[in-house]
């Protein structure tokens, strides 16, 4: 996958000086063993740093959020409330972060010692008292924070915190999501459109065009000995259907797209590109739409979408950075399946279905594209996983962004199609076939798609309050 840097969570424990240095020192004992814990639970996407210095004053709460804005490793914070601690001190500091933030609410003990329980047990676990006053504070800001409640040793907290470290990290690095757009968008298709300007005020996307020929020059400069050494790695890789071609005739078509494949690639690292679109409407100086080029690149961990799509290959960066590009890619509807008691989606693409989702061993195929008047483009064959998903779609309203998501059962063909040269996912929306096309349908939700079978419709919401997005969630 592509690298995304060094990541890291700070812990940031509250209290105040009232409770004496006894105290204060206890709490910095308890927190250190809270984290090496949680690093040690092999439950967290990603490690926790604890802030020694602990948050019992305006001045230390706004410089340790102040350094953790500066620090690029720093992908989110975590706080915990210890003891009380008067929330007036965290609002200068809480203001000026910009990166997420989480609400740890939870205590050192898992039960209250009934036999021993005093004021002084009281005073220093309290909790409870001081979540109520932080979480005031963070509403009244209008933070946009996750809280997650719960006992700290718990695996299923650890989970919640490690989901909500995967959108974190996403978030952070959507601002450095650069979409390269090798022509424009499909032309008289309305939902791929949107204000590109906008787009990176809101959510940091960098969506830059290029013409065809731009792209066809990295291209044509690709040698024929690394177009071959490419073409023995897909040999190990991938089964070979020759169909109906000529052994040489197949394989021609074949490396047409792995020199497709080197040069988008050199492109896009030249230009610290790590999403793209394409458009079967601009290919001039190509031979071939690209498909096992593109498949490639997303299973590398590159956004897509196709028609000139950016939002879509935009969001298809940030979603695999959130499910560390495992079986999470670009979709579009297709055909439905409407027969009782089995009511479903084809869900696939000309040639660009992600091999992140494939469930059996891919194949290369060489095939006729009815689009574009180009040659037969190869592309990998495949059929999708099964599992719970989350589907998500972005369009521009004219006013606003609006955020569709939908939760649902994906499962695997269990009908073979000879005849159709496309890999294929299926899936049925929640709550049913029926109100989830619906739904979709009337609140404007696009063709084009992001699945994951690794994310949740809860991380996709985080994601979109971080963002001011508006959303609508059907499941």
Known sequence: MLEIGKKEFWFVVGSQHLYGEETLGEVIQHAQEMVDSLNASGNL????????ELAVSADKITKIMKEANYRDEVAGVIT????????????RGTKLLQKPLLHLATQYNESIPWATIDMDFMNLNQAAHGDREYGFINARLNK?????????????IQKEISAWMDVAVGY??????????FGDNMRNVAVTEGDKVEAQIQFGWTVDYYGIGDLVQYINQVTDEEVDELFEEYRQLYDFDYGDYESEQWESHVKVQARQEIGL?????????NAFTSNFEDLYGMDQLPGLAVQRLMAQGYGFAGEGDWKTAAIDRMMKIMAKNQNTGFMEDYTYEMAAGKEAILQSHMLEVDPSLAANK?????????IGDKADPARLVFDGKSGTGVVVSMADFGTNYKLLINEVDAFEPQEAAPKLPVA?????PKPSFHEGIKTWIETGGGHHTVLSLNLTVDQIETW????????VTIK
């Open 362 to 370: 891919p194949k290369i195929l060489v095939s006729p594209l009815s």
């Open 464 to 471: 979109a309050n971080l963002v001011n997005l508006e959303y």
């Open 144 to 156: 946009k924070n996750k809280v997650v409640v719960g006992y700290w040793k718990d695996e299923r």
């Open 265 to 273: 690639r050199r492109f896009l690292e030249a230009g610290n590109y």
């Open 424 to 428: 294929r996912v299926m899936w049925t």
């Open 80 to 91: 915990w409330m210890h003891t009380f601690s008067p929330a007036k001190m965290w609002i």
């Open 172 to 181: 952070m690095e959507s601002f450095d999501i650069k979409v390269a757009r």
């Open 45 to 52: 996407s990603y490690p926790v740093v604890l802030q020694e």
